[in-house]
């Protein structure tokens, strides 16, 4: 019973927390004023032990270490608060704010509801990384992607900031498809690496060789468009109406105009509208028509289909950006 109540004392003491931040090889501290006083002090957090034991390993083991005297241990009043340098006040604030909620932040009108702002939740974000508070660092990233829209220079930054891979392939992704294509000054944000990276894929990718008036992209790009089956609409041997040569899953074709838009970036366009390269502007599909091995939806040549562009970018993304995205893959599995 008395080991009970010591464990029970022991996740539930409160500890003293002093915030500082660095300025170069200098410690300085911050200080507010009190309404009450005119007195000048330091900022101080007096907050319960348990969730910071139940959350980080960092903060687990720091506790756990062997300490002195009562009277000089770390945390236990606020003559000895544990000193945490390099870090705002404004960030900490933030992450108690989840650690610890109050029913005024959680309670907006009939609604149970943790409410942060946007650059709260970046702090929560930030500080759950860094000291590995899994739990929290997950919850503050759903918060962020599904309640805030970020621009994909902004998307890239932060998930390089804070290891996040699913929004580097989506703001690398954005960059890549987006019509027009990015402010150079805008991408020069990234690093010339990354903005060069980028553009190079942009200028490979089949949807950035697409012109305003000429879409370029492989027979295997040419999807049913009465469905959203990922699967190419041609699954068979095809010679070209016009010029007779063989028209393989890889050929180049191309169709004069930007065509209609069918999603992020799929285009729809008339089946015998579709041009070979190889016998310039003739019509491999002219007679032709085929059945969805999908949806069994049958695509004459008076038909639209689907025209998936973007398949060569994401090659390419993965090719330049792929070992990042996975180190901080690993680093969510871990």
């Known amino acids: 019973m008395a080991e009970d109540m010591h464990s029970s004392e022991f996740y539930w003491d409160n500890i003293f927390i002093k915030v500082r931040r660095h300025y170069g090889r200098l410690s300085v501290a911050i200080y507010i004023s009190s309404s009450n006083d005119v007195q000048v002090e ?3 957090f007096c907050v319960p032990r348990c969730e910071f034991v139940k959350s980080s390993e960092v903060f687990a083991d720091m506790f756990l270490l062997p300490s002195g005297p009562a009277s000089a241990v770390e945390g236990r009043d606020r003559e000895h608060p544990i000193v945490l340098e390099g870090y705002k006040k404004g960030e900490f604030a933030c992450l108690l704010k989840v650690m610890y909620p109050t029913a005024e932040s959680l309670i907006s009108g009939t609604n149970l509801d943790l409410s942060l702002e946007k650059e709260e939740w970046v702090s929560v974000l930030k500080l759950s990384t860094i000291w590995n508070m899994k739990r ?10 599904t309640q805030v829209t970020f621009l994909p220079m902004e998307k890239i930054l932060l998930a390089r900031a804070h290891k996040v891979a699913a929004w ?3 703001g690398v992704t954005s960059l890549v498809n987006d019509v027009p294509s990015p402010e ?6 990234l690093g010339w690496e990354t903005a060069a990276r980028i553009l190079w ?7 950035s060789r697409s012109t305003p008036n000429i879409l370029r992209f492989r027979r295997d790009d040419i999807k049913c468009a009465q469905c959203s089956s990922p699967s190419s609409l041609i699954n068979v041997n095809h010679n070209c109406y016009n010029c007779g040569q063989a028209v393989p899953a890889d050929a180049e074709l191309t169709f ?7 999603g992020t970036t799929d285009r729809l366009v008339m089946f015998r509208t579709i041009q070979h390269g190889k016998c310039g502007t003739g019509s491999p599909f002219y007679s032709f028509g085929v059945s969805c091995s999908a949806c069994s939806s049958y695509s004459g040549p008076t038909h639209n289909v689907r025209i998936t562009l973007g398949k060569v970018a994401k090659d ?3 090719e330049m950006f792929g070992e990042e995205i996975k180190d901080y893959e690993d680093m969510t599995v871990a």
């Open 316 to 318: 390419m993304i993965k």
């Open 184 to 189: 150079l000054e805008d991408i020069a944000t």
């Open 168 to 170: 580097l392939n989506e």
């Open 42 to 44: 330091d900022k101080l």
């Open 201 to 207: 894929i942009r200028d490979k990718s089949s949807l």
């Open 256 to 262: 004069p105009g930007p065509g209609s838009t069918s």
């Open 136 to 145: 929290i660092r997950t919850y503050a990233i759903h918060r962020l992607s």
